[in-house]
C-alpha cells in the first residue's frame, strides 16, 4: 500500500505517503465518503507530487457513534479514495544553460534548487553540466545526457524569446517532439515540455530561481517522471489551477 494510516485526536486520522510520488485521488469515493454522514475526507489535490512521509488526506469522524459494520464499509471506500503513484523515472539529466555563469560572472543558483527538489522525490541526477548560451553546445549536453543513462533531461534557463536564449532551438535540433513551449502555470510560464523518442526533455525558465519551493518542476516535470505522457489537452488544461499560490502578482503590475 502507499498509503500509511495515522490515528489522531478527536475521531481523525491522518494519512501520509509511504514513499515519493503522484497522488491520486478517486473522486467518487471521495464525494461517496463525504456524503456518507460518518466521516469526511479532505485529501491534497490530484496529481500533486510528494515526497515520502508527507500528509497528502485527513479522515474526520462525524458523529460521536457508529456502528461497527458502517465503519468498516466506509474504511473501505477511504482506502481507495486516496493513494500515491510512484516515479516510474528515478534518473535524470542536468544541463544548465547562460553564458555569464558559464563565464563565471554570475554564479549558478539553479543547480542546488533542482538538486533539492530531486532529492526530495527520490531521483539521481545522473548528468549535470552547465553550457553557455550556444545552441550546439546545448544539444551535445544534452545527447550526452542520455548516453550517461539519464531517464528525462531538465535544462534550466535560456528559455525566453530573447534571441540569446537558444535553448528552445536546441532541445528540437536533437530530434525531440515539442508537446507545448509555454505553459498554463505561473510561475514559470516560460517552460518547455518535450519528447526525444520516449524520453522526457523539460525545459525551465529562470523563474524557477526566485519561486524555488513551487513552480512548474514541482507541476509539470513530476508527472514526466510518473509516466504520464502529457498531450497538447493535458497541457492546455493545466490552466484551471495553474497559478501557484506563492507567485507574487506585484512583478506583473505598472
Known sequence: KSVEIKLGKQGSALLF???????NVNDEMVKTVNMSGTALIITRKNHDA???GELIGVIDSIPLYEKKE??????RKISISVSVMPFKRKAAGL???GTEVYEGEKKDLYTDI??????KYGWNIVFR???PDDQALIAEA????RIAGAEAIIITGGMSVDPTDRTPAAISSVGAKIVAYGIPVKPTTMSLIAYWDGLPVFGISAGGIYYKDVNSFDVVFTLMMAGIELTPDMVAMMGNGGLLPNFNPAFKLH
Open 129 to 131: 553540466k552547465l553550457v
Open 95 to 97: 544541463v544548465v544553460t
Open 70 to 75: 458502517r465503519i468498516d464499509a466506509l474504511m
Open 17 to 23: 505517503s509511504k514513499f515519493p510520488g503522484i497522488v
Open 142 to 145: 544534452i545527447r550526452e545526457a
Open 114 to 119: 533542482i538538486l533539492k527538489k530531486a532529492g
Open 50 to 52: 510528494v515526497g515520502s
